[in-house]
């Protein structure tokens, strides 16, 4: 009977270990999270299991990134387009950076809703301008209740 506690004991320590350091992995350094919807089709599908480095504090276009949006609700995955200091403007369908045709936004294609880089729109200290991969159905920064991000709300990167 000793022996069987023993055992019992020795696989409820080596389980509990493995949940915290489980737990600790998922908060501190990596995270497994599913992609909702299509607003990033095609480079992410809708269901599809990705994982989140939240290591990374250093952001640069065409990081995909995920961050917290408050009005929405949610944990967001969007693509940065700009970072602080830019300009943007969206005209005609096509997205400038600072004064600039963006190439890698122009060859997803053209931009129908422009929104609020309708006007030019230059990103402060800790702001990032987001766009998801499918602009018909994405709801990012040219939306008021996205906006600009906030560096705080990034949660991490979306690992390729």
Do not use: W
């Not at 929104?115 to 301008?129: Q, V, W, Y």
């Not at 987001?130 to 990012?140: K, P, Q």
Request: hydrophobic letters at 40%.
């Amino acid at each position: 009977m000793g022996r069987l506690c023993i055992k019992y004991r020795k696989q409820a320590v080596v389980l509990g270990v493995t949940a915290l350091l489980a737990y600790y992995v998922s908060a501190y350094h990596f995270q497994l999270m599913v992609i909702q919807g299509q607003s990033m089709y095609p480079s992410y599908h809708n269901y599809q299991l990705v994982i989140l480095d939240k290591q990374s504090k250093e952001f640069k276009p065409g990081d995909v990134v995920a961050f917290q949006c408050e009005t929405v609700g949610s944990l967001l995955v969007k693509r940065i387009v700009a970072v602080p200091g830019d300009t943007v403007l969206v005209r005609n369908g096509i997205l400038y950076v600072n004064g600039m045709l963006d190439m890698e936004a122009l060859s997803r294609g053209k931009i129908m809703y422009a929104g609020l880089a309708e006007s030019t729109i230059t990103l402060l200290e800790g702001e990032f301008f987001v766009l998801g991969d499918n602009y018909e159905y994405s709801r990012d920064s040219r939306y008021v209740e996205i906006g600009n991000v906030q560096q705080g709300s990034i949660a991490g990167t979306v690992l390729p």
